[in-house]
């Protein structure tokens, strides 16, 4: 969780109907018994402390070290730090701007990837956005249909979107490919309502309606 971001100032700590944006994500995987710990890597121990987050409990907060500070270290680098400082059998890796993504589709990718370890057909699992539409590439030309046999989109090849909301993956996993994503990965689908990730202001603002009507539903 960094401190500063590029596109959307302070994005971490901003206000999304009623709360800061990194407490979404938190609570919901608070709320989850099968999650022992919750690891925070940070540069922003000081901005948690001012919004009422201090380590204790179920939550550990890591100072980011210098080295790995920046926008354009890579996120499995970080990864590798925290691994080699925090024992555990399964690692689950989320951000603060993926504040839609809800308890229960978190519990869902657990079993599946408990599902897929046991069945020894899997090593990882991370979420995607499933489409079934029509894709052109710059030139106009067509990626996964033909233009002149015009099929119903449902009837087309799905093709799937590394959508940066859930990692699951183990240490050995993660030694074999030095990445969150294994050697055999599980493609989750997820719910488009829940798959916001908040890169730019436009995406806040879907997250403030998606929000809003998450709020509405809970309510009624």
Same mark, same amino acid.
């Given at each position: 969780?960094?401190?500063? !971001? #590029?596109?959307?100032? *302070?994005?971490?700590?901003?206000? +999304?109907? *009623?709360?800061?944006?990194?407490?979404?994500?938190?609570? !919901?995987? +608070?709320?989850?018994?099968?999650? /022992?710990?919750?690891?925070?890597?940070t540069d922003a121990r000081h901005i948690l402390a001012e919004n009422g987050l201090v380590e204790g409990g179920r939550v550990r907060i890591r100072d980011r070290l210098p080295q790995l500070c920046g926008d354009t270290v890579s996120m499995n680098l970080i990864l590798k730090d925290d691994i080699a400082a925090v024992a555990a059998d399964t690692y689950l890796m989320t951000h603060t701007t993926n504040p839609m993504l809800s308890a229960e589709t978190i519990r869902a990718a657990i079993d599946a990837y408990r599902a897929g370890v046991a069945a020894g057909t899997?090593?990882?699992?991370?979420?995607?956005?499933?489409? #079934?539409?029509?894709?052109?590439?710059?030139? *106009?030309?067509?990626?996964? =249909? /033909?233009?002149d046999n015009l099929i119903q989109t449902q009837d087309l090849e799905p093709w799937y979107e590394e959508n940066s909301n859930l990692y699951i993956f183990s240490r050995e996993s993660f030694h074999a490919s030095s990445a969150r994503i294994g050697m055999k990965p599980i493609l989750f689908p997820m719910s488009k309502l829940e798959a916001v990730d908040i890169d730019t202001p436009e995406d806040w603002a879907i997250a403030?309606?998606?929000? *809003? =009507? !998450?709020?509405? #539903? !809970?309510?009624a």
């Amino acid at each position: 969780m960094k401190a500063n !971001s #590029q596109r959307v100032k *302070g994005k971490n700590f901003r206000i +999304l109907h *009623g709360k800061p944006l990194f407490k979404w994500i938190l609570d !919901s995987m +608070l709320a989850l018994p099968e999650i /022992d710990e919750v690891v925070i890597n940070t540069d922003a121990r000081h901005i948690l402390a001012e919004n009422g987050l201090v380590e204790g409990g179920r939550v550990r907060i890591r100072d980011r070290l210098p080295q790995l500070c920046g926008d354009t270290v890579s996120m499995n680098l970080i990864l590798k730090d925290d691994i080699a400082a925090v024992a555990a059998d399964t690692y689950l890796m989320t951000h603060t701007t993926n504040p839609m993504l809800s308890a229960e589709t978190i519990r869902a990718a657990i079993d599946a990837y408990r599902a897929g370890v046991a069945a020894g057909t899997a090593d990882s699992l991370f979420t995607v956005n499933r489409f #079934q539409t029509r894709f052109y590439r710059a030139d *106009g030309s067509a990626v996964n =249909h /033909d233009p002149d046999n015009l099929i119903q989109t449902q009837d087309l090849e799905p093709w799937y979107e590394e959508n940066s909301n859930l990692y699951i993956f183990s240490r050995e996993s993660f030694h074999a490919s030095s990445a969150r994503i294994g050697m055999k990965p599980i493609l989750f689908p997820m719910s488009k309502l829940e798959a916001v990730d908040i890169d730019t202001p436009e995406d806040w603002a879907i997250a403030e309606a998606f929000a *809003g =009507h !998450s709020l509405k #539903q !809970s309510a009624a």
